[in-house]
């Protein structure tokens, strides 16, 4: 199973195209954005290669020596600039690029310039948990019902009540953290914090998550798709203890699309496929 889009719109093409050129990839794997650009678009794609979409706040005298994307006044699609100061670098075919000032700026950029890994190719699951909704308190299960494209039977995010739910958005079907994280929360940064306060569906031993995004992977009999970091932020801060956001930075764990269900328990192994 594959992970896929709503068809491009003619604007949208030249932005992906410009995307292509700039990553070096093929057209055909980047998707569509089905309602304009930024994150509930091709950001998504992006995020699961490690990358951010950056909107720029003053395009018109924006500057940057690397490669970003860009549409000018009088154009009609995205051309790729770099420079300081900046110009036009490439055209895609077809494409009129104007003569006008930049009416909007696009950077594609890493969030994590060294994103920690561990050596840890195959695990089990440690804990299992869902919540009824958002401010929900956590119920542990010994075993859960996964479906495929939906999530946690009974979890908030399979029942459309989730805090950052949105219609089509990949990876929020299913959230992971490893208990090593939690484990160096303490150890690194003093901060005691039990593993169901991440609010994580899925806690783990001995798997390094961040190698897994991007990729499909087994829990257990289930198979899964690694769609972006579960990067802490000031929501779940907000009901934690001082320093965690700091210490789970690149270490929050990772959101995953179900791609084919099944029942998730206890002590099931977790691996790569082999297959990808």
Same mark, same amino acid.
């Given at each position: ?34 309602? #304009?650009? %930024?994150?509930?678009?091709? $950001? /998504?794609?992006? *995020?699961?290669?490690? &990358?951010? @979409? ?43 690029? #104007?003569? %006008?000032?930049?009416?909007? $700026? /696009?950077?594609? *950029?890493?969030?994590? &310039?060294? @994103? ?43 029942? #459309?009540? %989730? ?114």
């Amino acid at each position: 199973m594959t992970l896929t889009s709503q068809p491009r719109s003619v604007e949208n093409q030249t932005f992906s195209i410009c995307l292509a050129e700039i990553l070096k990839a093929d057209l055909a794997t980047i998707p569509a954005a089905p309602s #304009g650009l %930024g994150r509930e678009g091709i $950001g /998504w794609w992006l *995020a699961a290669q490690n &990358l951010a @979409l950056i909107p720029v706040h003053q395009p018109a005298s924006f500057e940057w020596a690397g490669w970003w994307i860009a549409r000018l006044a009088g154009g009609d699609g995205y051309v790729v600039m770099a420079g300081t100061p900046s110009g036009v670098a490439w055209v895609p075919k077809g494409v009129r690029c #104007g003569n %006008g000032a930049v009416v909007e $700026g /696009w950077v594609i *950029a890493p969030p994590a &310039l060294s @994103l920690p890994k561990r050596n840890a190719e195959s695990g089990t699951v440690e804990e299992i948990y869902r919540f009824a909704d958002s401010g929900a308190p956590a119920e542990p299960l010994s075993s859960a019902q996964l479906i495929a494209g939906v999530g946690i039977d009974g979890d908030r995010y399979a029942l #459309g009540k %989730g805090h950052f739910q949105g219609e089509g958005r990949w990876g929020q079907a299913l959230t992971f953290i490893e208990v090593e994280a939690i484990e160096m929360l303490e150890t690194d940064h003093g901060v005691i914090m039990p593993a169901v306060d991440a609010r994580r569906n899925i806690v783990t031993r001995n798997i390094g998550l961040n190698a897994l995004m991007g990729k499909r992977f087994w829990v257990g009999d289930i198979l899964c798709q690694g769609s972006r970091l579960a990067e802490p932020c000031a929501w779940l801060q907000n009901t934690t203890p001082k320093g965690m956001l700091r210490g789970l930075v690149h270490r929050g764990g990772l959101r995953a699309d179900i791609l084919e269900g099944g029942v998730v328990q206890v002590g099931d192994a977790i691996g790569a496929d082999p297959e990808t």
